[in-house]
């Protein structure tokens, strides 16, 4: 499969026109990790690029089932664009699979390295600079409250990691943002 610069540059522009700037910065950050697994693991670059680019595309229309819509949106378009059929369909599981079962059972381990990079990205310090913004206001102002959230969804993302490169790059995000902690 040879996906062109010119192919990638439409999906980009495509996920740019339906999602803002914040789902954008992270599914940037998302699809640089991914092809970073995928070269240490030798999984197909492709497929995972265009899923990690496709991921969030259903968000324009709020949090709700934004997945399951976001892998509709997304067939159309790479069916539209006439993409290789076998890398629609590998796509389209590995968005389906986001919603549909836990990373320990995914078949393929493009789905398994693109579960980890969005996962890490959360990890990461603009992964949590980025739930800080969107849970705002439902801790009500309580920071221990914050922080306790914060590191509980931070530790399960560690915990659900399927590949060795994802464990060892969530690790270290991990770390790093205990230290920060520890500089507050
Ligand atoms: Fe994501």
Redesign the pocket.
Known sequence: MEISKEQIKQIEEFVKSKVNSLDWT?TKA?RNLGLKIAKQEKADKEIIEVTCLL??VGRHKGREKYKERGADMARKYLEKNNFDQRLIEEVIYCLNADFQIEPKDFKTIEAKIFKDA?SI?KISMFGILFFGINNELLVNGDYDKAIEKLMEKTKKKLDRLATKTGKEMGKEKYLEFKKYLAKL
């Open positions: 992270h998302v991921h969030n969005d990205d």
